[in-house]
Nanobody, 115 residues
Framework: QVQLVESGGGLVQAGGSLRLSCAAS????????MAWYRQPPGKRREFFAR???????YYDASVKGRFTISRDNAKNMVYLQMYSLQPEDTATYYC?????????WGQGTQVTVSS
């Protein structure tokens, strides 16, 4: 049974930092691209960062240079280091494979950035 559990969110001031973690269990992690997605209040969930099984990364322009995605294949973990957070980064953050699998969405972790 696949399970994705996100953690590490919280309330920070603009310019602050957070590190999110995603623990993956079941047959989703091995040899798959993993990604972070976020859903701002009142908006659709959106993809913004990806890491391949070999460590290749890709970022949407909205986070490039501020966020870093990484993975630990031995621990089935995906991480997101976020710097220079801005109010527009406020959202619920999720991890999933890329492409995402609808049945595997977790509860997400809330990130709130105050101005």
């Amino acid at each position: 049974q696949v399970q994705l559990v996100e953690s590490g969110g919280g309330l920070v001031q603009a310019g602050g930092s957070l590190r999110l973690s995603c623990a993956a269990s079941g047959n989703i992690f091995t040899n798959r691209d993993m990604a972070w997605y976020r859903q701002p209040p009142g908006k659709r969930r959106e993809f913004f960062a990806r890491v391949s099984a070999s460590g290749f990364t890709y970022y949407d322009a909205s986070v490039k240079g501020r966020f870093t995605i990484s993975r630990d294949n031995a621990k089935n973990m995906v991480y997101l280091q976020m710097y220079s957070l801005q109010p527009e980064d406020t959202a619920t953050y999720y991890c999933n494979s890329l492409p995402s699998i609808n049945d595997y969405w977790g509860q997400g972790t809330q990130v709130t950035v105050s101005s």
